[in-house]
T-cell receptor, first 112, second 114 residues
């Protein structure tokens, strides 16, 4: 099945730095979602985006729904150690019987 | 509190044995899903069900079986035909209503073949 391309695949950053990651698709979606997976746990929804061009924040997290509807971006400001984990993007066309398509994941590690 | 529960958290299986992973949700969601995650990898869909008594194969269904006799429950059986079953298994559920957004995941079951 299709997987969305996420980049970077992994990143090491220092505490306090800002982080950017993106997700691209060959097909369009009407909804983009970002999840975070802590080690040994299931993914948890961070942000949902419903409209092309939309910019949404959740605390230190900001995500954008690309204007072409084929991409999305997630930024984390002032990273802290608990930001460690795997971040997944996901796209879906709601209102249809389609399922979520997940990205390949970005592994984030934060050093003190 | 509503949620989705997977059990057990850790499971060990001898080669050649079948094993069943439990997934229960009280979110009144119609759809349920099983994913497999290998170390450092993304999520691969095994099976999904959008309504009771009906389910479809995902991308990697070989060696697995499921049932959906109740809305709340979607157990996954890893059969002896699955050649490399050691992995982290995630169950999820969602509404199928128009405008239903995202999946709610369980906390996973780590299966190890010994």
């Amino acid at each position: 099945g299709q997987q969305l391309n996420q980049s970077p695949q992994s990143m090491f950053i220092q505490e306090g730095e800002d982080v950017s990651m993106n997700c691209t698709s060959s097909s369009i979606f009407n909804t983009w979602l970002w999840y975070k997976q802590d080690p040994g746990e299931g993914p948890v929804l961070l942000i949902a985006l419903y409209k092309a061009g939309e910019l949404t924040s959740n605390g230190r997290l900001t995500a954008q729904f690309g204007i072409t509807r084929k991409d999305s971006f997630l930024n984390i400001s002032a990273s802290i150690p608990s930001d460690v984990g795997i971040y997944f993007c996901a796209g879906i066309n709601t209102g249809t019987a389609s399922k979520l398509t997940f990205g390949t994941g970005t592994r984030l590690q934060v050093t003190l | 509190d509503g949620g989705i529960t997977q059990s057990p958290k850790y499971l060990f299986r001898k080669e050649g044995q079948n094993v069943t992973l439990s997934c229960e949700q009280n979110l009144n969601h119609d759809a349920m899903y099983w994913y497999r995650q290998d170390p450092g990898q993304g999520l691969r869909l095994i099976y999904y069900s959008q309504i009771v008594n009906d389910f479809q194969k995902g991308d990697i269904a070989e060696g697995y079986s499921v049932s959906r006799e109740k809305k709340e429950s979607f157990p996954l059986t890893v059969t002896s035909a699955q050649k490399n079953p050691t992995a982290f298994y995630l169950c999820a559920s969602s509404t199928t209503e128009a405008g239903g957004y995202g999946y709610t995941f369980g906390s996973g079951t780590r299966l190890t073949v010994v």
